[in-house]
């Protein structure tokens, strides 16, 4: 069974970094894209970042060039280093693991607020 354990969230001020992490287990974490999703009050889920199983990542505009996305297959975990964060960063943010042979799973979610 697939799990994805995030952690990290909190509360930072404007211009502030955070670092999410997710711990995932029960796949070979190596071979699959993970991803980082979040979901601000009233509005739909947005796609953060990517990072396929060799290193590729691709990012949202609305966090190029401030966010990090980074895997370390040996700890099966990925990692969003946020950098100057804003208030419209504030979101639950989900970690996300795409397997083609087990399917897409979801983490719990971890929030983050960032206060003007």
């Known amino acids: 069974q697939v799990q994805l354990v995030e952690s990290g969230g909190g509360l930072v001020q404007a211009g502030g970094s955070l670092r999410l992490a997710c711990a995932a287990s029960g796949s070979r974490f190596s071979d699959n894209t993970m991803a980082w999703s979040r979901r601000a009050p009233g509005k739909q889920r947005e796609l953060v970042a990517t990072?396929?199983?060799?290193?590729?990542?691709n990012y949202a505009d609305s966090v190029k060039g401030r966010f990090t996305i980074s895997r370390d297959n040996a700890k099966s975990t990925v990692y969003l280093q946020m950098a100057n964060l804003k208030p419209e960063d504030t979101a639950v943010y989900y970690c996300n693991l795409r397997s083609s042979l087990l399917g897409t799973f979801w983490g719990q979610g971890t929030q983050v607020t960032v206060s003007s």
């Open positions: 990072i396929a199983p060799g290193g590729a990542a």
